[in-house]
């Protein structure tokens, strides 16, 4: 009995020593595998440390020096030449209207009627008292001439015949006051009467604009006064308008500076004959300085802007014993976008002078500089895209 318990006690230990070594070996093998794991991604690590983080693509230009016409930029409001809200300056009922809204019309031509019945019927008596002022002076004259009256009889009866004839015309002045006119050539605005109203003294019947030539409004710094003087060429252009600009000419410059914004106001006269532009319209006006400057211009696209200033990412070489590739997989340069801080003067369509900051020849980001850092590695991608039109300096974007 105690032989057989020996042999299952041994066979039992030679189990456990089994299980025992089958879990050393499995533990030792997925040891062994997980540090071949981490030995290769730190080895990775490394290769990517050495290499560097990957280049990000960019579209470049460079920077331009160019010669730009001199102008002092502002917004101007739209005003007509001559502009009047027609109204009657006597009482009555409208019995004719002889416009339609938005017509064009002539000087003195007849608007609007009102009723003048009573008026004539008292012009065609005051007309018959005056005949009768008019024989009776003609009869007075021949008998004083005869001596049979007396020369004051011949001063009464004129005095009656001028007073008859300006009884007359003070009718007719009053039928003529009941007849609106246009007092200048123009357009008409959009008619407030109707046939058989009555209109007191003042009620507005339309307005009248003449807007073949007119009045653009607008303001400039006080610094700016020693460089404008009256006839200076204008600009204007209407804010998303596919229209070449208005040219005109500074006819007027305030002789006093607003005490409020330090600001002059100044007006220019421009021609309108194809009517494009309408009293109370804004537009940007350009007064074109007889100098002209010589700019460092770039797209606006590189300007990227921050509170702490503008700046442009700076297109350089990578220089020699920099850390990270030097070509791309497919064999494209990997250059360097240095931040440079820059200070910008004026914009003209889709370019922006650069005063300080960039010299002309200098290659810059003008695409993708938003995803840059200083420093970073880029490659050049200036593959024209076909939704993106170049920078100009008249831009005319069609309508979609």
């Known amino acids: 009995m105690r032989g057989a318990s020996s042999t299952l006690g041994g066979r039992i230990r030679v ?4 299980v025992i070594l089958g879990l050393v070996l499995l533990v030792g093998g997925l040891a062994a595998l997980k540090f071949a794991q981490i030995s290769s991604l730190m080895a990775f690590g490394k290769k990517a440390e050495a290499a560097g983080p990957p280049p990000e693509a960019v579209a470049t230009a460079h920077a331009e020096r160019t010669s730009w016409e001199g102008a002092l930029g502002a917004v101007g409001s739209v005003a007509s030449s001559m502009g009047v809200s027609l109204s009657s300056e006597s009482p009555g009922v409208v019995t004719k209207i002889a416009f ?10 007849v608007l609007v009627e009102l009723d003048t019945s009573v008026e004539r019927a008292q012009l065609a008596q005051s007309e018959a008292r005056r005949d009768y002022a008019k024989t009776t002076l003609d009869r007075t004259r021949s008998l004083v001439a005869s001596d049979a009256l007396s020369q004051a009889q011949l001063d009464q009866d004129q005095s009656g015949y001028d007073a008859a004839e300006k009884e007359v015309a003070g009718i007719k002045a009053q039928i003529e006051r009941k007849t ?3 007092p ?76 409020t914004t330090r600001s002059i106001r100044l007006r220019a006269t421009v021609p309108n004959k194809d009517e494009k532009l309408r009293p109370g319209m804004f537009v940007n006006v350009s007064v074109v300085l007889p ?14 802007h921050a509170p702490y200033g503008d700046s442009v990412f700076v297109v350089e070489d990578k220089k020699p014993g920099t850390p990270g590739m030097t070509e791309t997989p497919s064999g494209q340069r990997v250059k360097i976008a240095r931040q440079q801080f820059v200070r910008t003067g004026e914009a003209r369509g889709d370019f922006v002078a650069v005063v300080e900051g960039v010299a ?4 810059v980001v003008t695409a993708g500089a938003f995803k840059l850092r200083n420093g970073a590695p880029i490659v050049v991608n200036n593959v024209p895209d076909a939704g993106a039109p170049p920078p100009q300096l008249n831009p005319k974007p069609e309508n979609r």
């Open 184 to 259: 200048f050539a123009g357009k008409l605005g959009i008619r407030a009467v109707n046939l058989g109203q009555y209109l007191s003294p003042g009620t507005p019947i339309t307005v009248l604009e003449a807007i073949e030539a007119v009045y653009v409004d607008f303001t400039l710094p006080q610094q700016r006064l020693a460089e404008l003087h009256v006839g200076m060429p204008v600009r204007c252009v209407v804010e998303g308008a596919s229209d070449p600009p208005h040219e005109g000419t500074l006819a007027a410059i305030d002789p006093a500076v607003d005490a």
């Open 100 to 109: 339609e809204s938005g017509n064009d019309v002539k000087r003195a031509q």
């Open 360 to 363: 002309p020849g200098q290659e």
């Open 291 to 304: 100098v002209r400057e010589n700019l460092v211009i770039v797209p606006a696209t590189a300007i990227v």
């Open 15 to 18: 189990r456990y020593v089994v």
């Open 180 to 182: 609106i006119r246009a």
